[in-house]
């Protein structure tokens, strides 16, 4: 496996724990924190970053998913904490864990409606 720079564009990061799915308030709504690569930053470091600039929450950046008509990456990432630091930029009113079958009215691209899909418990 190589470990390629991310794009230049916007990385969401898929934080799922519990069979529930980590969710910020962005302005459009509820949605996966996501956030901009640094320089030579890869996607998976991108979207370790932003989690733990946005939650406090600590994570490890693994698979990145993209449908063809995905505008954006985002990476699935492991939870390594279950509470978060005192680091995170948003207020606890704006995180929110929720179970993955009501996700439905969250802004999420087409790869991670197929990968909740296919990990949601029955």
Not at 60 to 76: E, I, R, S
């Amino acid at each position: 496996m190589t470990v390629e720079q991310a794009d230049s564009g916007t990385v969401e990061s898929l934080v799922g724990y519990d069979g529930r799915l980590l969710l910020i308030l962005r302005a459009d709504g509820w949605g996966l924190p996501s956030g901009t690569p640094q320089p030579a930053e890869t996607a998976e470091a991108t979207a370790a970053r932003v989690v733990y600039e946005l939650t406090g929450y600590l994570v490890d950046g693994g698979q990145t998913l993209k449908a063809q008509q995905d505008t954006v990456p985002a990476v699935v990432c492991q939870l390594l904490s279950e509470s978060p630091s005192e680091g995170g930029r948003l207020p606890p009113e704006q995180i929110r864990w929720t179970p993955y079958e009501e996700t439905a009215g969250a802004a999420l691209s087409t790869a991670v409606c197929n990968y909740l899909a296919g990990h949601t418990p029955t």
